[in-house]
Nanobody, 114 residues
């Protein structure tokens, strides 16, 4: 089993920054990919940033140049979000590919508003 715990969401003004963290735990040794998704009210969940194991990060066009995904050890992934816009408001979910399936965190709310 895999558990994912996200943190770092909150309310921020337009132009501000937030850093999301996702800590994975459980009885597994290899993570093949980690990523962040988001879902705004009334919209489908979308990929924000992905980081394959040993590969290069990829980003949604809407966040390129503003968001950065990183990983500091085998089981923690971050999403640095700069120059936030109101349209970035959503629930952000951490996701990993391990043990032959995709695992999801519980989500953390990010609200960008003045």
């Amino acid at each position: 089993q895999v558990q994912l715990v996200e943190s770092g969401g909150g309310l921020v003004q337009p132009g501000g920054s937030l850093r999301l963290s996702c800590q994975a735990s459980g009885s597994f040794s290899g993570i093949y990919a980690m990523g962040w998704y988001r879902q705004a009210p009334g919209k489908q969940r979308e990929l924000v940033a992905g980081l394959p194991s040993g590969g290069s990060a990829n980003y949604a066009d809407s966040v390129k140049g503003r968001f950065t995904i990183s990983r500091d050890n085998a089981k923690t992934v971050y999403l640095q979000m700069n120059s936030l816009k109101p349209e970035d408001t959503a629930v952000y979910y951490c996701s990993i590919l391990a043990l032959g399936r995709v695992w999801w965190g519980q989500g953390t709310q990010v609200t960008v508003s003045s």
